[in-house]
């Protein structure tokens, strides 16, 4: 039994899809980060840096936190989504890690500039726009060669999937709507049943009040 300690928010969305894709067997506790529970004494325990999301493995008794570790640790827990060795295993590797240096740090301070952050400071928000732009069109350069980053679909997917959505969202009027290779990949991966029932599954949890 999977213990899953989520949120909403791209990141938090990755363990949720992996665990409906690869049918382990999971709890969902969700963390609302607006309320800083994430803070809390028993989540720190897990997650020492106060981010979700984070798991515990029952069977092992074993705490995981950040999301590409995670999905990491599952992929080997169920043999599903990363390749055992080889190139293909190092593409997937190459692809997460893309996610996890560029891909969400870039939109995430975006966002906090451009939306939460107190004081509106031009440069750091034309930075992080541009940046985030010219890393979604690497991605959209590569989906115009393959339907899915590794090739086959895979975690590196899983890792991207909510970051790229909002992306795309976020940008859109600025360039985003040329990245016609992303958009098509987006689509793609929302419509797998797995995809939707993680997004559905963590909205109505959320809606329910956790």
């Known amino acids: 039994m999977i213990e899953l300690y989520t949120w909403t928010t791209p990141n938090g969305q990755k363990p949720m899809i992996m665990l409906e894709e690869t049918g ?3 709890h969902l506790n969700l963390v609302n980060i607006g309320a800083g529970e994430q803070q809390r004494p028993d989540f720190l325990a897990i997650s020492p840096n106060g981010k979700i999301p984070a798991i515990v493995d029952r069977d ?5 936190f950040e999301s590409g570790a995670i999905l990491l640790y599952l992929a080997e827990k169920s043999g599903k989504f990363l390749p055992a060795s080889g190139a293909a295993r190092v593409e997937t ?3 997460m890690f893309f996610q996890a240096a560029h891909t969400g740090p870039m939109i ?3 966002h906090h500039f451009a939306t939460a952050a107190p004081e509106k400071i031009p440069y750091a928000i034309e930075r992080y726009r ?17 339907d899915y980053l590794a090739g086959e679909y ?5 890792m991207h999937f909510g970051w790229a959505r909002s992306g795309l969202s976020n940008f859109k009027g600025e360039g985003a709507e040329t990245l016609t290779a992303l958009a098509a990949w987006v689509e793609r991966v929302e419509a ?12 109505a949890a959320k809606d ?3």
């Open 24 to 26: 382990l067997t999971y």
């Open 60 to 64: 092992a008794d074993l705490p995981v």
């Open 93 to 95: 590797l190459e692809w």
């Open 108 to 110: 995430g301070q975006y």
């Open 130 to 146: 541009k940046e985030s732009l010219r890393v979604l069109g690497v991605l959209d350069q590569r989906l115009k060669s393959v």
């Open 154 to 158: 895979s975690v590196a997917d899983m």
């Open 192 to 203: 797998r049943p797995a995809v939707s029932r993680a997004l559905d599954k963590l909205n």
């Open 208 to 210: 329910a009040g956790g």
